[in-house]
């Protein structure tokens, strides 16, 4: 009872918490895997290749091509072919514009031979009612998959359109499934009389070169590596996100790592890595002696030091960052200075921003707050008779310091170590605007995922591999350090 | 062995004063000469200046006036590390991040000593607090006793001829403490070290000190042996913080030979040794220990002059009986009368006789 009651009282916290931090984690876990687009987009032709029907090549035969028309049909009425393309053109450029046009032209394919020779062998075929009847029965439905499927769709994208499909035409795909599913029906005698007629007239129709009719869209389609691609990423799950996270890729034949100019990931997560280092060494080197001073100072110097570090929170993060770019360009305030001061010529101007020192500078600024307070909160609470006794029993200040006080304050560089490193780690906003191209990190690479290629799978999956990463350093930093040794205050 | 004739002082305080803030005094003017070896007692309440002139004398406080000089030589412009006095503080300061042994080596090894010896320095110095299985030991795995003895042993170990102890038993029971007063007092004889040791406990102050300095408003009130101090105050501060002690007011009626005839406020005369008083008429306040009283005329004199007493109050303790009087309108004079044989025991209510003799009462400063 009583813990009922303590855990209504933190459950607004926990659905915040579980809100906004355990949910969006877990859905990014989950999209850096995730690949259902593809069997969604191409049910049969999926199942088909997947069934090991018709693959003894590469490109497969007539019938995948068939069953590719029916779906790509469909998903160029529900306008989601060009999705499709996307996702498959992060594997392979190109198949984008391949689908795009192929959804264009089976539009436009005449495929009507199919309808008029059922129609042939029973004018019924043309009617919404004996669609509808076979629909609403299940034995039928299991016998003719592929039709009843192209039917549902038919009707669903109609509905979406604001039609009312019991007074549209059939359209003429829905006769191609059917033909393909009669064709592969084995056994008809259970069936009803207008399936069994049907079944024994199919093998004689008249049919449409499906495969021919999409290499006629695009030459493309009988390109192995177009095939090798969708093969490769049928699966609804698959692990490629996370193997171009780290410089390699899914191929058909296996994994590969990616040719050399195409290799970003991995030397921006070394960079990342040393670059959030380099910044957490600074931030140490400057933020201990401040904590220092601010907690072996008298109270009123000690608030001024206080204030002049936080004085960096108050004011916007975008501001001081501009701040720093104002300082550290060509033609900035620092270089102006040197100039003046004859230190170098108009021409041999410095270059400190937009690469790793102008990140690394501006990031160290930014990020010191992080460093000093746990220092700070550390410090404060070493009494002073400590570095007393150590001088009464002989040190020296400097021996004092190092033997004494320094040990005691080694809790305090741990904790803001972790801070600034975790949050350097992840950084963005300030190496987006300082950083030009060879200072900026991982997290700008997500960002651009995220926002402009809209490759989230693959932005997820560096996430992930970020996530990873910090986990990692985190468990190796408690091996050696050990947590209950980080402090962040009393 | 008290010797604190010129030269041969070994601690010496020369005309001390310190401000904090620069404007108050916290020491106004400290005039102190102990000799080696001396087991010396600042004693005074909170806020006395005791940890200032300790801290002056170890170097963490500089003086803002006036000479601080060990053995001979003034120290004012020696750094801390360079005095080589031992310091037990009051927390102990024992560093955590090392174990005792490390605490103990910390001062052998600046000075440079060889492993060899260190370590045997260092189990001696444990072995002398009876601590030496607790080498190994970090701080925190330690009662506050033990750490107690530690920071002893540590303060001891590089053979400092000058130890200050800032209240080191402050923080430990009374059981302990008592244990703990016999054994640094044993220790420091042992060594033959010279011991400034502050404390605001008078009982801890009388039973270790060889002189104790009576501290109060950034002056030394008094300066003397325990019993010096406990039997002669030399004013009203001083005997009333050390003992208990009953205080009569009044106007000196007569001074002859080396007795004053005090009229006290509330009725009556009585006798006294006169301490800070040289005129008729001058106000004072009169002391006498509680145990310095007398019912009979037997033990006074002929002439003695006696005081009229209602009791109050009869508590039996045992070894003693405490008895609450009226005395001259004081409703808190307290008598108190040894446990032994025929000795009487008063009942609430009744009146009484009592008297004392002139030496035991003296008449301070009002
Ligand atoms: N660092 C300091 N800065 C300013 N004033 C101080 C400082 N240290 C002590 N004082 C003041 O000096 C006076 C004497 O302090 P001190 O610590 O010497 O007293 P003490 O006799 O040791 O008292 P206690 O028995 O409580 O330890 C006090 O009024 C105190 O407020
Ligand atoms: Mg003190």
């Given at each position: 009872m009583q813990k009922l009651r303590a855990l209504l009282l933190i459950s607004p916290l926990l659905a915040f918490i579980l809100i906004t931090f355990i949910a969006p984690i877990a859905d990014m876990l989950f999209r850096s895997v995730e690949n259902k687009i593809v069997e969604e987009t191409l049910p049969h032709t999926v199942a088909l290749i997947d069934s090991g029907g018709?693959?003894?090549?590469?490109?497969?035969g007539e019938k995948v091509f068939s069953a590719l028309y029916v779906d790509m049909f469909v998903a160029a009425e529900k306008k989601e072919h060009t999705r499709l393309g996307t996702r498959l053109n992060y594997e392979e450029s190109g198949i984008s514009s391949l689908f795009r046009k192929s959804g264009r032209r089976v539009d436009r394919l005449d495929v009507e031979v199919y309808r008029e020779q059922f129609e042939n062998i029973d004018?019924?075929?043309?009617e919404i009612a004996t669609w509808q009847s076979l629909a609403d029965n299940s034995d039928a439905s299991d016998m003719l998959p592929r039709a009843m499927w192209a039917y549902n769709a038919w009707r669903d994208y109609l509905i979406a359109d604001g039609d009312n499909p019991d007074e549209e035409e059939l359209e003429d795909f829905i006769y191609v499934a059917l033909y393909d599913d009669l064709i592969a029906?084995?056994?008809?005698?259970?069936?009803?009389d207008l399936i069994q007629r049907s079944a024994n007239a199919v093998p004689d129709f008249e049919t449409v070169n499906f495969k021919e009719a999409f290499i006629g869209f695009d030459?493309?389609?009988?390109?192995?590596d177009v095939w090798k691609t969708i093969r490769t990423y049928s699966?609804?799950?698959?692990?490629g996100y996370f193997l171009n996270a780290i410089d390699l890729q899914k191929e058909f034949e296996g994994y590969s790592v990616r040719p050399e100019n195409e290799r970003i990931y991995g030397v921006l997560f070394m960079r990342t890595l040393f670059m959030s280092l380099v910044i957490t060494g600074c931030a140490i080197l400057l933020g201990y002696p401040i904590a220092w001073l601010m907690s072996n100072r008298p109270m009123r110097e000690a608030n001024l030091l206080m204030i002049m570090v936080l004085l960096p929170f108050w004011t916007s993060l975008l501001v001081r960052t501009s701040a720093w770019k104002v300082m550290l360009q060509q033609q900035g305030v620092i270089n102006d200075t040197l100039v003046w001061l004859n230190i170098v010529d108009e021409a041999g101007r410095?270059?400190?921003?937009?690469?790793q020192f102008g990140t690394i500078v501006a990031m160290t600024h930014i990020l010191l707050p992080f460093m000093v307070l746990p220092l700070y909160s550390v410090m404060r609470t070493i009494p002073e008779t400590y570095t007393r006794a150590a001088k009464s029993l002989g040190a020296t200040n400097w021996t004092a310091f190092w033997r004494v006080y320094f040990p005691l304050s080694v809790p305090g560089i741990g904790a803001g170590s972790i801070l600034v490193f975790i949050l350097s780690i992840g950084y963005y906003i300030t190496p987006e605007i300082v950083g030009g191209t060879t200072g900026t990190f991982i997290s700008n690479r997500i960002a651009y995922h995220i926002?402009?290629?809209?490759n989230w799978g693959l932005a997820a999956a560096l996430g992930t591999i970020l996530l990873a990463v910090v986990l990692l350093l985190y468990w190796v930093y408690d091996r050696i350090v050990g947590i209950d040794n980080v402090k962040l205050g009393g | 062995m008290v010797d604190t004739a010129?030269?041969?002082?070994?601690v010496e305080f020369d005309r001390v004063q310190k401000s904090y803030d620069g404007?108050?005094?916290?020491?106004?003017d400290l005039n102190l000469s102990m000799p080696k070896g001396e087991f010396l007692t600042m004693l005074g309440?909170?806020?006395?200046g005791k940890t200032t002139c300790l801290m002056m004398l170890a170097g963490f406080e500089t003086a803002t006036h006036g000479d601080i000089r060990l053995d001979g030589q003034g120290?004012?412009?020696?750094?801390p590390h360079k005095r080589g006095i031992g310091m037990v503080f009051q927390n102990y300061?024992?560093?955590?991040?090392?174990?005792v042994n490390e605490n103990l080596a910390f001062p052998l090894e600046i000075r440079k000593m060889g492993k060899a010896e260190r370590e045997e320095k260092v189990k001696r110095a444990l072995e002398m607090v009876q601590m030496?299985?607790?080498?190994?030991?970090?701080?925190?795995?330690?009662s506050g006793g033990q750490q107690q003895r530690i920071a002893l042993a540590r303060a001891l170990v590089f053979d400092p001829s000058l130890v200050l102890m800032d209240e080191?038993?402050?923080?430990?029971?009374k059981q302990l403490r008592e244990h703990m007063q016999f054994e640094i007092k044993r220790i420091a004889d042992d060594l033959d070290i010279t011991v400034v040791y502050v404390t605001h406990d008078q009982t801890e102050a009388l039973t270790m000190s060889d002189r104790v300095a009576v501290f109060d408003d950034g002056r030394i009130q008094q300066l003397a042996p325990p019993d010096q101090l406990y039997?002669?105050?030399?004013?009203s501060f001083v005997a009333q913080f050390i003992g208990e002690n009953n205080t009569l007011e009044g106007v000196v009626e007569e001074i002859r030979n080396d007795q004053a005839l005090v009229r006290l406020d509330g009725g009556g005369l009585i006798d006294t040794t006169p301490v800070n008083v040289s005129k008729v008429g001058e106000r004072t306040k009169v002391s006498i220990r509680?145990?310095?009283?007398?019912?009979?005329?037997?033990?006074?004199?002929?002439?003695a002059h006696t005081l009229n007493a209602e009791v109050l109050e009869f508590i039996y303790m045992g070894d003693i009986f405490r008895t609450r009087l009226r005395v001259a309108g004081n409703d808190d004079f307290i008598v108190k009368t040894r446990n032994a044989v025929n000795q009487v025991r008063f009942e609430p209510g009744q009146q009484i006789e009592i008297g004392w003799l002139a030496q035991d009462c003296r008449a301070l400063d009002a």
């Open positions: 018709d693959i003894e090549t590469v490109v497969p004018p019924s075929w043309g029906l084995e056994d008809a005698s259970e069936a009803g030459k493309d389609w009988g390109a192995e699966p609804p799950y698959t692990e410095l270059v400190l921003i937009n690469n926002s402009s290629s809209l | 010129e030269g041969h002082a070994f404007e108050t005094l916290v020491v106004k309440p909170s806020g006395s120290i004012n412009n020696i750094p300061a024992l560093f955590p991040h090392m174990t030496g299985a607790f080498g190994a030991r970090r701080i925190a795995q330690l080191p038993l402050g923080a430990l029971d039997e002669e105050p030399e004013n509680p145990e310095r009283v007398e019912f009979g005329r037997d033990r006074l004199g002929e002439d």
